[in-house]
């Protein structure tokens, strides 16, 4: 069984700190997904990555897809409480069915003004 | 509105008793999803229909659950005789093809409550 291991589980922080979200599993993934998930609401897709070594960056949002492309990491600068939320990584693999996307238990954030 | 919508919002049932999620995509999509996450836990697969072809049915977690997709457009999922275990929030997707280069919009989800 494939599994994808988020942490921290939870993080608390004062704006304007900087963050980083680790998202390890011992699988290769053909790509991989972060989400953004706010209460009451579907997960949000902020990137997909797909080749090994891969960086990306969204305004203050940086991911990183690992070399070997087991692991990721997103890393926030400067964080505003509108980052408040659960971010998912969530791993896509080739192997298996177009549609089973193997999800991390996510990040809890809270950035406190 | 443009965007995934699932029905009902909020159910509470007696265990026992059956269920039936409803799930409309964005209209042109061919792929829909369906999601179940749990109090703490990540989002777990349940199952996945493209197009015309036959569903993906593997992440099913017992033959209580069922789902099906009318006309390529609107889906249902059921749940017979409902346990406490179901308790989760289910989440319907979808996206124009495989989520494979393509974006996956998730609805608001139907958070399922059995007591």
């Known amino acids: 069984t494939q599994l994808l291991e988020q942490s921290p589980q939870f993080l608390s922080i004062q704006e304007g700190e900087n963050l980083t979200v680790y998202c390890n599993s011992s699988?290769?993934?053909?790509?991989l997904q972060w989400y953004r998930q706010e209460p009451g609401e579907g997960p949000v897709l902020l990137v997909t990555?797909?080749?090994?070594?891969e960086v990306k960056k969204l305004k203050r949002l940086t991911f990183q897809f690992g070399d070997a492309r087991k692991d990721s990491s997103l890393h926030i600068t400067a964080a505003q409480p509108g980052d408040t939320g659960l971010y998912l990584c969530a791993g896509a693999d080739q192997r298996g069915s177009q549609g089973n996307l193997i999800f991390g238990k996510g990040t809890k954030l809270s950035v406190k003004p | 509105g443009a965007g995934v919508s699932q029905s009902p919002s909020n159910k509470v049932t007696e265990k026992g008793k059956d269920v039936e999620l409803r799930c409309d995509p964005i209209s042109g999509h061919t792929a829909l999803y369906w999601y179940r996450q749990s109090l703490g836990q990540g989002l777990e697969f349940l199952i996945y229909f493209q197009g015309n072809s036959a569903p993906d049915k593997s992440g099913l977690p017992s033959d209580r659950f069922s789902a099906e997709r009318t006309g390529g457009s609107v889906s249902t999922l059921t749940i017979q005789r409902t346990q406490q275990e179901d308790s989760a929030v289910y989440l319907c997707?979808?996206?124009?093809?495989?989520?494979?280069?393509?974006?996956?919009?998730f609805g608001e989800g139907s958070w399922l409550t059995v007591v």
């Open positions: 997707a979808s996206s124009s093809r495989s989520f494979s280069g393509n974006t996956i919009y």
């Open positions: 699988s290769v993934f053909s790509s």
């Open positions: 990555v797909v080749t090994g070594g």
